[in-house]
């Protein structure tokens, strides 16, 4: 009841205008898309069926940030960051669309971006609280190494998680869904109107990009100027949210909320240089992929992560609820990652216990869906 009574309260005005923003800037860059030929071509890893207009991310940073102009004026001094922050990601993530820049660049613009939220927007992490038992552990002058590694980390999660019709969107909402909980939960209905913003947009966004009972494709995609906005909000917010005094929330519990991304990102990312090869080298490696291969349909692999998310976030926010020792968290999701890693070390034992899995769950075999958009790196 708690939870209704504060939802209650919210101001929802500013969620539908990021909705109804979105919606219109997603509709009315289609025709500029195409002009500027900021379109995904289906050619060698872009293996989605047809020509498709990446402006979802643009469309949603606009969505997101006049929404918050007008409606949500109170926002504070380290709006500023945001708003720059946000810009520079936008800004590379769009030459990037239209050039294909070399990812050391890319590198280097999210290093900015992250420094800009450190000493403009006031967000870094300071502290990790008890993780390790003995107590809360203050960054002090690791502080801003460790927050820009956790940024640049997160953006490049998101972008690597995106490779089939919604996926990437669909995550992204369950995590800001759960943010918002958890920001009630302690008291900050600040950060759950935010979230309800950012909310909006992404919504505004997925009616677009996922694959639906009439419509077989994705209309747009969010390119990675959408893949860098949405991980730099997600890091933003999880850092305000986990560092403030007032509205205490473990640190901890950030990785539940993402789990597929920063999961995939640490396998992938671990197998590729063991290898020998760039993190950023493209494979069909990532777990979408696996699923992919093990016969699911793509709106199946995004229903089902996405549903693992939520369950995920929710068994963690019950077990800090119930004082299951921050430690334990940790190590559960180290386990997690380890588990994947092993399963995956071997791909056809991988793809084995997928089809056993995916059997019981949708009866007799189907042909694997094709990803919607360019195989993530």
């Not at 940030?65 to 001094?77: C, H, N, S, Y």
């Not at 909006?200 to 966004?205: E, L, M, S």
Request: with cysteine; hydrophobic share 55%.
């Amino acid at each position: 009841m708690w939870l209704l009574e504060i939802l209650s309260r919210l101001s929802w005005t500013a969620a539908f205008a990021a909705l109804a923003v979105t919606w219109f800037a997603l509709w009315l860059l289609q025709p500029v898309a195409r002009r500027l030929d900021l379109i995904d071509h289906p050619r060698g890893r872009r293996d989605h069926a047809a020509p498709t207009p990446m402006t979802g991310g643009i469309a949603m940073g606009l969505g997101v940030i006049l929404a918050a102009l007008v409606f949500a004026p109170e926002v504070g001094d380290g709006f500023a960051g945001f708003l720059a922050a946000s810009a520079l990601l936008l800004g590379i993530g769009l030459l990037d669309d239209l050039h294909d820049i070399p990812w050391y660049w890319r590198i280097a613009g999210q290093t900015v971006a992250t420094l800009v939220m450190v000493y403009v927007g006031g967000v870094r992490v300071e502290q990790l609280g008890p993780v390790f038992g003995l107590g809360p552990m203050s960054l002090g002058a690791l502080s801003v190494p460790f927050t820009v590694f956790a940024t640049i980390g997160l953006i490049n999660a998101i972008n690597m998680v995106d490779g089939i019709d919604g996926l990437a969107g669909s995550l992204v909402w369950c995590a800001l869904l759960m943010l918002a909980a958890a920001a009630l939960y302690a008291g900050d209905p600040l950060i759950a109107e935010r979230m309800m913003i950012l909310m909006g947009a992404v919504t505004a966004f997925l009616a677009f990009n996922l694959r639906l009972p009439w419509r077989d494709r994705a209309v747009l995609f969010m390119g990675n100027a959408g893949s860098a906005f949405l991980g730099l909000v997600i890091a933003w917010f999880s850092f305000r949210l986990t560092q403030n005094p007032s509205h205490p929330v473990s640190p901890v519990l950030a990785l539940w909320l993402v789990p597929i991304p920063v999961m995939d990102t640490l396998v992938v990312t671990a197998r590729r240089m063991r290898g020998g090869r760039s993190p950023f080298h493209a494979g069909r490696d990532h777990i979408h992929h696996l699923m992919l291969d093990a016969g699911f349909r793509p709106m199946q692999v995004v229903t089902l992560l996405a549903g693992f998310s939520l369950g995920c976030g929710l068994l963690a926010g019950l077990a800090l609820r119930a004082d299951i020792p921050h430690p334990v968290l940790l190590l559960a999701f180290v386990a997690l990652c380890a588990a994947w890693y092993a399963l995956t070390a071997r791909r056809k034992r991988a793809l084995a216990v997928l089809r056993r899995l995916r059997h019981p769950l949708h009866g007799a075999e189907s042909p694997p869906g094709a990803p919607g958009r360019r195989g993530a790196p």
